[in-house]
């Protein structure tokens, strides 16, 4: 275990130097989220029944789950990007452990995360949007969207090793784009046909959603649905530790065996 915790450090700090050597991606990472809440919240939010900053107190949750699903089209890229370079097969004829490489990435990219949540948040205080709840509820809720995020990433790795080309990786990680337009990120799924609300509300998007709106005090459980959204912060655990631990194996054992 020590030895995947120095390794891992070490990767992580190759991940964030990586990214401090590509400000483009960490710009475009932390104005999209804001430009979306500026897009959605007084475009859509004007033909809604939550017009103004009630509907924007809503959106705020729910694109920072969205933002945190984007660890799927992330990870995907950047694990296809280093395998097809050769950056991965140079990694394995190391002496490191062989978890520490998606370890050190999946870590990096949580940090970046957070730090790109700030400014987003500021903007979200500017437009409207508030925490009503506790701020130790807060703090839970950021900690509960930061292992969504880690686990997400975890995926993209495992899918991003499995497809070993960056171009594919971003055709592929762009179709994840639909993930939170299918639940209820942006808009309550009260309204939406039986079928399609069940749909959307065992997305694993909703739950975090609404358990985010619950816990910052936004809004409040909606009655009547689905178990992982009636229940959401355990549903949101519950759908965490099914993605790691599915993607955390499958991911370190593609690494290990690369194309074989």
């Not at 509907?55 to 799927?72: D, E, K, M, N, Q």
């Amino acid at each position: 275990m020590s030895m995947l915790a120095y390794d891992g450090t070490a990767m992580l700090g190759r991940q964030l130097l990586r990214l401090r050597n590509n400000p483009g991606l960490l710009i475009l990472t932390q104005t999209m989220p804001i430009s979306m809440l500026l897009f959605f919240g007084y475009v859509f939010g004007s033909a809604l029944a939550v017009p103004g900053e009630a509907y924007r107190a809503f959106l705020v949750p729910g694109l920072l789950v969205a933002t945190a699903s984007g660890g799927i089209m992330a990870g995907m890229f950047q694990a296809a990007q280093d395998t097809h370079r050769g950056v991965t097969n140079r990694f394995r004829t190391l002496p490191v452990s062989r978890a520490a490489v998606p370890l050190g990435q999946a870590a990096a990219d949580v940090v970046a995360t957070a730090a790109g949540t700030v400014p987003f948040l500021l903007v979200g205080l500017a437009v409207g949007w508030r925490v009503e709840g506790s701020l130790s509820a807060a703090a839970g809720a950021f900690g509960l969207l930061m292992l969504f995020r880690f686990a997400c990433t975890w995926a993209g790795i495992y899918l991003g090793l499995l497809t070993r080309n960056e171009e594919a990786a971003g055709q592929l990680g762009g179709a994840t784009f639909l993930l939170p337009l299918l639940s209820s990120a942006y808009i309550p799924t009260s309204g939406l046909p039986g079928w399609l609300r069940t749909l959307a509300e065992w997305n694993p998007i909703s739950a975090l959603a609404t358990a985010l709106r619950d816990l910052f005090g936004n809004a409040p459980v909606p009655e009547g649905a689905a178990w992982p959204v009636a229940h959401p912060v355990a549903g949101s655990l519950l759908w965490c530790a099914v993605l790691l631990g599915v993607f955390v194996p499958l991911a370190v054992r593609q690494y290990a065996h690369g194309e074989r």
